[in-house]
């Protein structure tokens, strides 16, 4: 073995030795920054890697597609710790992460809103015209409510005037009532007052009556006496 082929060999050796050495010395110089947990995205490109640990010497757990989803739990300076589901969380290169969703199902995400924004639109279109018609039947209501209340209000005040020709009508009624109460004390005082004419008629008649016989029965007596004093003297 030549001795180029020895160094090879011993540099080959030691790249295993310095590796975690250099991980060590750029966790020191550039620690890891803990940051709220946010949702991030892969970057178009081929699948990328999620390993147990930062380097490319940490066994790989999952190939990540394009456009995943993840939550990033930790950002550093090359690599990223995220969390794929609750039960799976490993480290990738931050160079393939993201805040927004890849090209394509970003515009898949837009057609989404857009069909659903056209539903949303035809459904408020519908409600639209429904509420049309019911503005348009609330305003014939209105129109028929206005011309019934006014219909009520004449009513109304037509009812007022009789309840006024009525209240009168009973003012005049209890007047001619009372009217009538004197007429009739008036009445019975003149049907009394004619009673004792009446008596008093009728007891001038009897007396006009007695007188009339007593003066027969002198006037008679009278006659025979006289008859009688003639036949003495002859």
């Known amino acids: 073995m030549t001795s180029q082929q020895k160094k090879r060999k011993a540099l080959h050796l030691s790249k295993p030795l310095h590796f975690p050495l250099l991980l060590f010395l750029g966790l020191c110089l550039f620690p890891l920054q803990e940051c709220p947990a946010q949702n991030l995205f892969v970057r178009p490109s081929i699948a990328v890697p999620l390993r147990t640990g930062q380097g490319n010497d940490y066994k790989i757990i999952a190939m990540l597609k394009p456009g995943t989803e993840i939550t990033l739990l930790e950002k550093g300076e090359n690599y990223s710790k995220i969390q794929l589901s609750p039960t799976k969380e490993g480290w990738i290169l931050s160079r393939y992460l993201r805040p927004e969703p890849p090209p394509d199902q970003l515009v898949g995400q837009l057609r989404a809103e857009k069909n659903s924004l056209q539903e949303e639109t035809a459904t408020l279109k519908e409600e639209n015209q429904g509420l049309t018609a019911a503005l348009h039947e609330a305003r014939l209501q209105l129109e028929q409510s206005t011309t019934d209340t006014g219909r ?14 009525v209240r009168q009508t009973k003012e005049k009624l ?61």
């Not at 009556?209 to 003066?215: A, H, M, S």
């Open 174 to 234: 209890l007047k001619t009532e009372e009217e009538n109460i004197r007429l009739a004390e008036k009445l019975a005082k003149i049907e009394s007052q004619y009673t004792a004419l009446q008596k008093d008629d009728k007891m001038h008649w009897f007396l006009v009556g007695v007188g009339t016989i007593l003066f027969g029965i002198i006037l008679g007596r009278l006659s025979s006496l006289s008859r009688k004093r003639r036949s003495s003297i002859l």
């Open 152 to 165: 009520l209000q004449r009513r109304y005040e037509q009812l007022m005037q009789d309840t006024v020709d």
